[in-house]
């Protein structure tokens, strides 16, 4: 569903180079809760955008649906980024805005059939339970309720993926584990393939299927998990490493 073919994002600063990804490939398969994760600056975050082309490789394929969006431009990227939701850390909602029309702006920009955009809309905030809250503004709701406003939109569009940047380092533990149930019912009653990015071990471990680890914008290793919370966090790429494969040290 996903590839991402020997990509490499360079960035210049200062007259300085800086590789952010170096020759990054992997595949992700339909139906996927996939994980990536690594310690901060190890590329997390920019891998995370070009699956949407939000950033765009120095180098290399990035192939969704069997469309390689670095070949696609205008409104053929347009259409083609309609099947890829996102979700943000910061949530990113229009604060003087009802959390209905936040869905509704997104359907709008979307250019989803005006009848049906209130019916839609309707429907994704009851499916995150959000139902009662559709007059209330963001100022009026949660850190977790206000993420579930960025799913809800996020969802509007009926996307077949969802691309998921740190959505819960902001929460808390209660509020982070009913999150995670929410994008558990996503990717199980709606079929969608979730890709996460988060530095929260625990985030990983509870929620995806496979997981890869960064290091350094390279990829240090593949790995498929079974879920199991742990308790701790490190900067150590071997650390994940052994986590994810059940180990302690």
Request: aromatic share 6%; charged share 20%; proline share 3%.
């Amino acid at each position: 569903m996903i590839t991402i073919h020997n990509v490499s994002k360079t960035y210049i600063q200062n007259n300085k180079t800086f590789k952010a990804l170096d020759h990054i490939s992997l595949s992700i398969n339909r139906g996927d809760i996939y994980g990536i994760i690594g310690r901060s600056g190890a590329g997390k975050s920019t891998l995370l955008r070009l699956i949407n082309l939000l950033e765009v490789p120095t180098s290399g394929s990035v192939i969704v649906n069997g469309q390689d969006l670095t070949k696609l431009k205008g409104k053929q990227l347009r259409i083609a980024r309609q099947s890829i939701g996102m979700i943000f850390q910061q949530f990113n909602l229009v604060l003087n805005k009802t959390i209905l029309d936040n869905v509704l702006i997104a359907l709008e920009l979307a250019k989803y059939p005006k009848s049906e955009r209130y019916n839609r809309a309707m429907e994704v905030l009851n499916f995150v339970g959000l139902k009662e809250y559709v007059y209330k503004y963001p100022s009026q709701l949660s850190g977790g309720q206000k993420q579930r406003v960025g799913i809800a939109r996020a969802l509007a569009n009926k996307p077949k993926i969802l691309l998921c940047d740190e959505p819960t380092s902001a929460l808390d533990p209660n509020t982070t584990a009913e999150i995670l149930k929410v994008l558990q019912s996503i990717n199980k009653n709606l079929g969608v393939t979730i890709v996460i990015v988060s530095h929260e071990m625990d985030v990983i471990k509870s929620i995806c299927n496979r997981v890869t680890i960064l290091d350094n914008g390279k990829v240090y290793e593949t790995v498929e998990i079974e879920p199991k919370g742990i308790r701790e966090h490190s900067h150590n790429p071997d650390w994940f490493l052994a986590q994810l494969r059940g180990g302690r040290d």
